[in-house]
């Protein structure tokens, strides 16, 4: 399995402010992916980030609102932006190993 | 397009009992692999088990097993020996093989009563 750490583990946020999360996986991987889990919901794809490219987003999820970096093969970044309290959730990055996703600890975001 | 179908919302079974968390699956693809991960109250998913679609056997790891029944499109996941760290959500994913997208079920949430 991989090791995966999120910094920070959680945040409380005011209004129209914008928090970055950090990824940092214990072996190079290709891809990373993002979730996010509303309160009591089920886990939805945000976007994919391959090192040296563009994130690719998934449908509802804009670049603007949600920018990504994947400066090298074990790191990663997401950034919610302008936030509003519906951006509340639990954010998750992910990664590929063999058939298996495997999760970090997630960050718990909640919006004011 | 692939769906999951978790219809149990909350489950309860007593310590050192077994329980069934059921999950239901639908695809067209003949290639897939079926996924369980329990997510505990701190928020993290963990991975429990895996089968793939082709696999003769049901998959096992301790304490977990997958009752897979392929003409039934079900994928039920078998807990033996509850204890009460087991309480918590646990979602039923699958992916269809050549992609790296899951989709996840609505989860079940498991209360293990002592």
């Known amino acids: 399995s991989a090791v995966i750490s999120q910094k920070p583990s959680r945040d409380i946020c005011q209004r129209g402010t914008s928090l970055t999360i950090q990824c940092q996986v214990d072996?190079?991987?290709?891809?990373m992916f993002w979730y996010r889990q509303q309160p009591g919901q089920s886990l939805t794809l945000i976007a994919t980030?391959?090192?040296?490219?563009?994130?690719?987003?998934e449908s509802g999820f804009v670049i603007d609102k949600f920018p990504i970096s994947r400066p090298n093969l074990t790191f990663s970044t997401l950034t919610v932006s302008n936030m509003s309290p519906e951006d509340s959730s639990i954010y998750l990055c992910?990664?590929?190993?063999?058939?298996?996703?495997?999760f970090g600890p997630g960050t718990r975001l909640l919006v004011l | 397009a692939q769906k999951i179908t978790q219809t149990q919302p909350g489950m309860f079974v007593q310590e050192k009992e077994a329980v069934t968390l059921d999950c239901t699956y639908d695809?067209?693809?003949?290639?897939?692999?079926l996924f369980w991960y329990k997510q505990p109250s701190s928020g993290e998913m963990i991975f429990l088990i895996y089968?793939?679609?082709?696999?003769?056997q049901n998959a096992t790891e301790g304490r977990y097993s997958l009752n897979f029944q392929k003409a039934r499109k079900s994928a039920n996941l078998v807990i033996s020996a509850s204890q009460l760290g087991d309480s918590a959500m646990y979602f039923c994913?699958?992916?269809?093989?050549?992609?790296?997208?899951?989709?996840f079920g609505t989860g079940t949430r498991l209360k293990v009563l002592a």
């Open positions: 992910s990664v590929f190993l063999g058939e298996t996703q495997y």
């Open positions: 072996s190079q991987v290709t891809m």
């Open positions: 980030a391959n090192q040296g490219s563009e994130a690719t987003y």
């Open positions: 695809t067209s693809d003949p290639s897939y692999g």
């Open positions: 089968q793939g679609s082709y696999d003769q």
């Open positions: 994913a699958i992916r269809t093989s050549g992609t790296y997208k899951y989709i």
